[in-house]
C-alpha cells in the first residue's frame, strides 16, 4: 500500500504518516507493506490518491496557531474522497543551517511554519530574506546549499540533511498543534456519498460500528440567502446536543460573499442521532457532502 505525503523525507507529513501507521498497524495487516510516497505539494498529494498512484493521502488541515489549511479545505470540496483518520502532531520548530546564527542572511520555510514563527523571525532577523518553500524539510534540503540559509523545520530534518541545530523550540506559541487527515478516493460502494436537493438525494449511512469517539466531516453550501438560515441549521445540532468541535467559512468561488461551511462535529454516522441530524439538515441546504466518520485523536 502507497501512502502520499508532502516531501520530501523528513517533512511533519512524514512524521503524522509513520505516526498514523504505528496506530494502525495494529488494526489491519494491510498496512505492514506500506511505503510512502513523497508529493512536491498538498496538490500532488490529493492528485495522486485520485489517479490512483497512492491508496492513501495524508495532509495538514488546521493548526492551532495559524487556523485551517485553506488549499486542503478547497480539495476536500474538488474531490470526491473518502476521510477515514486524523492524526494530530505536536510541531517544535527548529533553526537549521549549515552555518552559525551571525551568518544567516536567508530563511526558508513553508508559509505555515513561517506564520507560525512570525514574531521570532521579526525579533531575531529582522532584515533577513524570507523565502517560502512546499515543505519544511524542502527548506531544509535547499539550506545544505549555503552556510548564509536557514531553514525553519522539525529537529529531525537537521540529522537527515546534515544541518546545525541553532535554536530549538521557535514557534511563537508553545502549544504548537497541527491535525493532519487520512483520506482515500471514494469507492462506489461506499455508504459516505454527495447529498444534493437538486439531483440525486441519498442517505449516507455507516453501518461500521466502533465504541470510540468518532468525528463526522461535513460540507454545506446554502444556496438560499436569507436571514436566519446557517441559525437554522446550526439549531439542528444544538436541539440534539451534538458537539460541533469546528466550523468555518470559505469562498464557494461563484460570485464575492458567497461562501461554503465546513464543519466538523463529535459522532459517528451510524449513528441514529447523526442521521437524523443530517437528514433534518438536508432539506435546508442547497448542498452538503459527507467527507467521512473517523476515530477521534
Not at 505539494?41 to 495524508?58: R, Y
Amino acid at each position: 500500500m502507497i501512502i502520499g505525503v508532502l516531501g520530501p523525507r523528513g517533512s511533519y507529513s512524514d512524521k503524522a504518516a509513520h505516526l498514523w501507521l504505528t496506530k494502525e498497524h495494529t488494526l489491519s495487516s494491510l498496512l505492514k507493506d506500506a511505503s510512502i510516497k513523497y508529493c512536491g505539494d498538498i496538490i500532488d498529494t490529493f492528485d495522486s490518491v485520485v489517479n490512483n498512484k497512492a491508496a492513501i493521502g495524508i495532509v495538514p488541515v488546521e493548526n492551532s496557531i495559524e487556523g485551517s489549511v485553506g488549499v486542503t479545505l478547497d480539495l476536500l470540496m474538488e474531490h470526491d474522497i473518502q476521510i477515514i483518520g486524523e492524526v494530530v502532531v505536536p510541531i517544535e520548530h527548529c533553526l537549521l543551517s549549515r552555518g552559525i546564527i551571525e551568518d544567516i542572511r536567508v530563511i526558508l520555510s513553508h508559509p505555515q511554519a513561517l506564520g507560525q514563527c512570525r514574531q521570532f523571525i521579526k525579533s531575531h532577523f529582522p532584515h533577513a530574506e524570507i523565502r517560502t518553500t512546499g515543505s519544511t524539510s524542502h527548506a531544509a534540503k535547499l539550506a545544505t546549499e549555503f552556510e548564509e540559509m536557514a531553514a525553519i523545520a522539525s529537529r529531525e530534518s537537521a540529522s537527515m540533511y546534515g544541518l546545525n541545530v541553532l535554536l530549538c523550540n521557535i514557534q511563537d506559541c508553545n502549544n504548537n498543534h497541527t491535525r493532519f487527515i487520512v483520506f482515500r478516493k471514494k469507492q462506489e460502494d461506499d455508504d459516505f456519498t454527495w447529498m444534493k436537493i437538486n439531483g440525486n438525494t441519498a442517505n449516507s449511512e455507516n453501518t461500521a460500528k466502533s465504541s470510540l469517539p468518532h468525528r463526522t466531516s461535513i460540507i454545506v453550501y446554502l444556496d438560499r440567502d436569507r436571514p436566519g438560515a446557517l441559525y437554522d441549521l446550526l439549531g439542528e445540532f444544538a436541539t440534539r446536543k451534538i458537539n460541533l468541535t469546528r466550523i468555518e467559512s470559505r469562498p464557494s468561488k461563484r460570485i464575492l460573499g458567497d461562501y461554503v461551511f465546513y464543519i466538523d462535529f463529535a459522532g459517528n454516522i451510524s449513528d441514529t442521532i447523526i442521521k437524523d441530524a443530517l437528514n433534518s439538515i438536508l432539506p435546508k441546504a442547497g448542498m452538503m457532502k459527507v467527507l467521512g466518520s473517523y476515530v477521534m485523536m
